[in-house]
């Protein structure tokens, strides 16, 4: 509900370095669904959301393409991080999606990844 409140004001979210989906992939790891659903219930509240930082927060494949294609419903965003997790060539391919999409998204780290070339190449 603070969100929600503040929803025109919100331009940036830090979220680095915060075990948010530690355990993905991992068995007991049953929380991160709930984790997800909630961070996608956040972005689609911060239309004004410029700043995204998700680095360090234990993201997979599966979790990262999830936010990337919520970008398209972020016309302002500016700069995304999801440095430092376990994404591949999975997410690499969504942002590509993305930035045909998406003009105002300038800066993207998606470093210390396992994105190989042909991730690159997309």
């Not at 979220?15 to 068995?27: E, K, T, Y």
């Not at 007991?28 to 509240?45: E, I």
């Not at 680095?55 to 997979?60: A, Y």
């Not at 970008?71 to 591949?88: A, T």
């Amino acid at each position: 509900q603070v969100i929600s409140s503040t929803q025109s004001r919100v331009c940036a979210l830090d979220l680095s370095g915060n075990p948010v989906f530690q355990d993905a992939g991992q068995q007991g790891g049953d929380n991160d669904d709930g984790d997800l659903q909630l961070l996608m219930s956040l972005l689609r509240q911060c239309v004004n959301l410029q700043v995204l930082l998700l680095g360090r927060t234990g993201m997979t494949d599966a979790i990262g393409t999830a936010v990337l294609l919520a970008l398209k419903y972020l016309p302002q965003i500016r700069w995304i991080d999801m440095s430092h997790n376990q994404l591949g060539d999975v997410a690499a391919s969504a942002l590509s999606d993305v930035k045909k999409t998406n003009s105002s998204l300038k800066r993207v780290s998606m470093v210390y990844n396992g994105i190989t070339d042909d991730g690159v190449k997309c």
